[in-house]
């Protein structure tokens, strides 16, 4: 006991119960980061900065709205946005914050993807990503319903139907989920309790869980290179800095973070003082009327996609209705991510411009959905319904033959 009895500093003392020089090292000062990664690799930092806005700004909106399907409009549009000071400020930082974090975690994903940054030792840390983005959607899904406009009531009225097509249990589900046979006040109040508590708690133990597995394989490189992390450590701690292949996570390489986050920052507040709008659908300034559809369904943009997927299958087949075809497409896309590390058969690290198949499969997936995307918020009438089920088709059929593509690369490798 004699450690605890001398502590001439705070630090000192903290040091000494929680051994918080230890800490630093593990987490920060020796946690070594390859020095070839490039501003890609700083969407982890924008992610969980953007999610702090999106909690701190939700806490101010949180306490002047209504969840009650008679004042949610109104609380959202003119209290907090008129009679509030600066609640318009808040509303837009939300706002903008819940699209531009979809923006973030795309790339994050993607460059994940080219990279091949979920394979081997680091498919914990592809599936806790997945597990965020899916929370992340379930957490934007619910927040878009709760300024009870029109495309609010009746985005949730199309996607809390899809749970309907679930086999046996799909009609009690729906109304489980709603609890009522409508979309109506106990929709809306789950799902304010979905938003503003249950998801934000989820989210953030995910977020723990996915820099958790980071610390264990390491952070991927730009070549897929396999550094001995030691052996670099020993060469940067010594002294021999420009040769060492990694540099320690604090202070070095957050500094770079910080840079590219000012950066970013510029970037959102010009889009919260200028150009706000964007983050905002026109038709959900007109307050939820169940007697009214408007004349074109569709979610925000970073559902569209998979949005699009679901429509692009809307046919009749025999005696197969065209709404289990597009349910059972909707799912495969939201799903088949999740296993992206055991689809992928080429067991080399390397980034998709040294595999010449997976580079193409790579680029032809980005062109697809960015034309389901398109697509998915245009009338799926004539032309558009031919293009959204071929691109539809195009999206599902790339990841059945990815194995045959990333197994015929290790072949020319001869691995």
Do not use: C
Request: aromatic residues 18%; proline residues 5%.
């Amino acid at each position: 006991m004699a450690k605890f009895e001398k502590a001439n500093s705070v630090g000192e003392w903290l040091d000494q119960r929680l051994n918080t020089t230890a800490l630093t090292k593990v987490l920060m000062t020796e946690y070594w980061i390859p020095k070839d990664i490039n501003f890609l690799w700083a969407m982890g930092v924008l992610l969980a900065v953007t999610f702090k806005i999106l909690v701190i700004s939700g806490l101010f909106l949180m306490m002047y709205y209504k969840p009650d399907v008679a004042l949610a409009f109104d609380s959202v549009n003119y209290t907090i946005m008129q009679e509030v000071a600066y609640g318009w400020l808040f509303r837009h930082m939300h706002g903008v914050a819940a699209s531009v974090v979809f923006l973030i975690i795309y790339i994050h994903m993607f460059t994940g993807i080219y990279y091949g940054s979920y394979k081997q030792g680091r498919e914990m840390i592809w599936i806790s990503g997945m597990l965020l983005f899916m929370t992340f959607s379930a957490a934007g899904f619910s927040g878009y319903m709760l300024p009870w406009g029109q495309m609010s009531y009746w985005a949730a009225m199309v996607i809390t139907n899809l749970f309907g097509g679930v086999p046996v249990i799909g009609d009690a589900l729906v109304v489980w989920i709603r609890g009522d046979f409508n979309v109506a006040d106990a929709t809306l109040t789950r799902f304010f309790m979905l938003h503003v508590f249950l998801l934000p708690i989820v989210i953030m133990g995910i977020i723990g869980l996915h820099f958790y597995t980071l610390r264990i394989p390491h952070v991927n490189n730009q070549e897929g290179a396999d550094i001995d992390y030691d052996a670099e450590a020993e060469k940067y701690l010594a002294g021999n800095k420009k040769e060492a292949k990694v540099i320690p996570f604090w202070p070095i390489f957050i500094s770079k973070d910080f840079a590219i986050l000012g950066i970013f920052l510029i970037f959102y507040f010009y889009l919260v003082f200028f150009h706000y709008n964007f983050a905002m659908d026109p038709v959900n300034f007109d307050p939820a009327d169940a007697m009214v559809t408007p004349a074109h369904i569709y979610p925000e943009w970073y559902f569209l996609w998979s949005y699009e997927v679901l429509r692009g299958f809307f046919f009749d087949v025999g005696p197969v209705k065209a709404f289990d075809i597009g349910l059972a497409a909707f799912g495969f896309a939201n799903v088949i991510f999740l296993v992206l590390p055991w689809l992928d058969r080429d067991p080399a690290i390397l980034p998709a411009h040294k595999r010449p198949g997976f580079r193409v499969w790579f680029w032809i997936l980005m062109v697809d959905l960015i034309v389901l995307t398109v697509y998915g918020k245009l009338p799926p009438t004539g032309i558009n319904a031919w293009v959204g089920f071929a691109s539809a088709s195009v999206f599902i059929l790339l990841f059945v033959a990815l194995p045959f593509i990333t197994k015929a690369d290790a072949k020319k490798r001869g691995a």
